[in-house]
């Protein structure tokens, strides 16, 4: 029997809040773009992996946005352009390496 469970779920927070927030918002930060981008950037090139990448309320983590998170892994991260996501994808989905430089610190 098939295991169909994903390993990995990415929540990529796509939140909009007032203009002039406080906190600011990752949907003001083009997380929108960008969670579209990995969604797709993943299925094309994670083929060995059940992946899946969310779309996300906020997960109150504004200021470092736009911000994500992997479960069970438990790693949050702020991406800022293709480039982040790409490395996600790259070292964190494929390879099991977290990618340190993209890490909001708690």
Not at 10 to 33: I, M, W, Y
Request: with cysteine; proline share 3%; net charge positive.
């Amino acid at each position: 029997m098939t295991n169909k469970f994903f390993e990995r779920h990415v929540f990529f927070c796509t939140n909009q809040r007032p203009d002039g927030h406080e906190k600011g918002c990752c949907a003001s930060k083009k997380s929108v773009l960008l969670r579209a981008y990995m969604k797709k950037k993943t299925k094309e090139i994670v083929t060995d992996k059940k992946i899946r990448i969310n779309a996300s309320g906020c997960l109150d983590h504004c200021e470092f946005g736009p911000t994500m998170v992997i479960y069970p892994d438990n790693i949050w991260y702020t991406c800022k352009s293709e480039r982040d996501v790409d490395l996600v994808i790259n070292e964190h989905l494929i390879n099991d390496r977290v990618v340190e430089n993209l890490l909001i610190k708690k």
